[in-house]
């Protein structure tokens, strides 16, 4: 079985500053592929960033960046330069064959 | 954009009656997806689809059944609709494009309150 944890319920930060989100996992497959979504207050799921477990590498897009740790099975989500925009729901989700499993989310506010 | 469309966007029914919620896609893609979102749970897949007349069941698939007649076209009803299926439902389409991750991309959701 699947499972992804994300453990922080709410997170805030001030506009222009760097906050990190927190994603562990489980999984006995040995391909998968992790991803973070973004959900703001619209309902519409937009994928923000994803990485193949197979690469070492930490991908980035812009200012959404991730600290990939296989060994420990964490997935992170460091967004920097905040801006009033990136308030929403993040998801981090985890897919292997055929399906992609979901975390809790975590609700980012961003303070002007 | 991936070319998702859901009908309706908003629904609310009494306890009892058969619901039946469309997902549309433009683009001819394979694998579908249906899943329910609930406070606390994120997403949760409730029925999923791999080509015309091909479905399997997700995590969360009692009281719900699934069919695909054509590749754009992808229903999920409730047959007799009860309140713990009040939730928002989304659709989802696999990309094979965006290989290897095989990305999915969600439709705008539909709100279903069973009263």
């Known amino acids: 079985a699947q499972t992804v944890t994300q453990s922080q319920p709410e997170m805030s930060v001030q506009e222009a500053e760097t906050v990190t989100l927190s994603c562990t996992y489980d999984?006995?497959?040995?391909?998968?592929?992790l991803f973070w979504y973004k959900q703001p207050p619209s309902r519409q799921m937009i994928l923000v960033i994803r990485?193949?477990?197979?690469?070492?590498q930490n991908a980035t897009e812009n200012r959404f960046s991730v600290n990939f740790q296989k060994a420990a099975k964490s997935f992170s989500l460091k967004i920097s330069d905040s801006q009033l925009g990136d308030a929403a729901m993040y998801f981090c989700?985890?897919?292997?064959?055929?399906?992609?499993?979901f975390g809790q989310g975590t609700r980012l506010t961003i303070n002007p | 954009d991936a070319g998702i469309t859901q009908s309706p966007r908003h629904k609310v029914t009494e306890t009892g009656t058969p619901v039946t919620l469309r997902c549309h896609q433009t683009?001819?893609?394979?694998?579908m997806y249906w899943y329910r979102q609930d406070p606390g749970h994120g997403l949760r897949l409730i029925h999923y689809?791999?080509?015309?007349?091909?479905?399997d069941k997700g995590e969360v698939s009692d009281g719900y059944s699934v069919s695909r007649s054509k590749t754009e076209d992808f229903l999920l009803t409730l047959e007799s609709a009860t309140s713990s299926q009040t939730s928002v439902y989304f659709c989802?389409?696999?990309?094979?494009?965006?290989?290897?991750?095989?990305?999915?991309?969600f439709g705008p959701g539909t709100r279903l309150t069973v009263l």
């Open positions: 989802a389409i696999r990309n094979p494009r965006d290989f290897p991750t095989d990305t999915q991309y």
């Open positions: 999984t006995s497959e040995s391909d998968y592929y």
């Open positions: 990485q193949e477990a197979y690469k070492q």
């Open positions: 989700a985890l897919q292997g064959a055929q399906k992609l499993v």
């Open positions: 683009e001819n893609h394979r694998y």
């Open positions: 689809s791999y080509g015309v007349k091909d479905t």
